[in-house]
């Protein structure tokens, strides 16, 4: 059997080893995951230097070891270097290799993942600044649909009802529930946050519970029971917040416009909100808040929390937000 094999492969995470070594955790077309070290990359002039550092796609060969391959070879086909010249692209490109690292499988082609990563960093290194959040958001929702737990944005998850946004209603809400799967209706939304409340009231430690206020002698309307239940139900309400939302008009149509292979203009989309009216201003906080929806449904069904988020959050804040 051959110890070494060959493997076309973008660096997706990077740490230093030893004194001059690098451990690369690389997704590959034909065998997913791969841990491989790149020896004496860190060293001045050393031929992998350039080709060890994050979303360089190289043509690699590797010779196994007994826990850790070796990259012994590697020739690079492409590299996006105008990621790491604008911090919002960096750390949109980080998050995007986040969530590869958390639904690709090792030993197995990840043929489809591997080439929708490479498309969507080759769309963020191409935006202007501006759309670098929109663009972000595409390529995120565009992973879900590949690993099978995309959002339902144009149905009733419940109900099977089409939910068309009225951009003409300024007051206009449509629900957003991540356990059910995607968009819902306001009448279902409040029906699921009734049944979720009584069920999460009972989920409360007992260490909780013993921190609850003491119910005030003489009242004879209100137990000890009553009580931890009143302090339960709020505590479920902030808890369930992330998972339960309601979306306006503008924000479900941008959620819808991510199920498409292709993203709008801006000024598409502008003229389509509220023409004469929307800013670009307003359009980047729509596009916060759908991704920070986005961004909860992912880290609910993936199972494991965005770690890039803060930094996306901070990063993109709008004046308002800040």
């Not at 043509?59 to 070879?73: F, H, M, V």
């Not at 969530?99 to 202007?128: D, I, K, V, W, Y």
């Amino acid at each position: 059997m051959s110890r070494t094999y060959k493997a076309t492969g973008i660096n997706l995470k990077s740490m230093p080893m030893g004194e001059s070594d690098r451990l690369l955790t690389i997704l590959t077309r034909e065998f997913g995951l791969v841990r491989a070290i790149a020896m004496g990359s860190r060293k001045h002039n050393s031929r992998l230097g350039g080709r060890s550092e994050l979303f360089v796609v190289n043509e690699l060969l590797i010779a196994k070891g007994r826990s850790l391959d070796k990259i012994t070879q590697a020739e690079t086909l492409e590299s996006y270097p105008r990621l790491g010249q604008d911090l919002k692209k960096l750390i949109a490109s980080q998050y995007l290799a986040e969530l590869c690292l958390h639904q690709a499988l090792s030993e197995q082609p990840q043929e489809e993942l591997f080439c929708l990563l490479n498309e969507h960093l080759a769309r963020l290194e191409r935006s202007p600044t501006s759309q670098v959040l929109a663009h972000l958001t595409h390529a995120v929702f565009q992973l879900l649909v590949l690993a099978g737990v995309a959002p339902q944005v144009h149905l009733c998850c419940v109900t099977r009802q089409l939910l068309p946004p009225d951009l003409t209603d300024r007051n206009w809400r449509v629900g957003f529930s991540i356990p059910a799967g995607g968009t819902v209706t306001p009448a279902t939304l409040e029906r699921l946050l009734a049944e979720k409340r009584p069920l999460r009231r009972h989920r409360v430690s007992e260490a909780s519970a013993a921190a609850l206020p003491p119910v005030q002698a003489g009242d004879a309307t209100m137990t000890i029971e009553d009580e931890r239940q009143a302090n339960a139900s709020a505590f479920s309400s902030s808890s369930s917040a992330g998972l339960h939302r309601r979306l306006s008009a503008p924000e479900l149509m941008l959620l819808q416009y991510l199920a498409d292979a292709e993203l709008p203009e801006p000024e598409a989309l502008l003229a389509r909100i509220q023409p004469g009216e929307c800013s670009q201003r307003t359009l980047d906080r729509l596009w916060q808040s759908v991704e920070q929806a986005l961004r909860s449904y992912a880290q609910y069904y993936l199972d494991r929390p965005i770690r890039s988020a803060s930094l996306i959050d901070a990063c993109f804040a709008t004046p308002e937000s800040a």
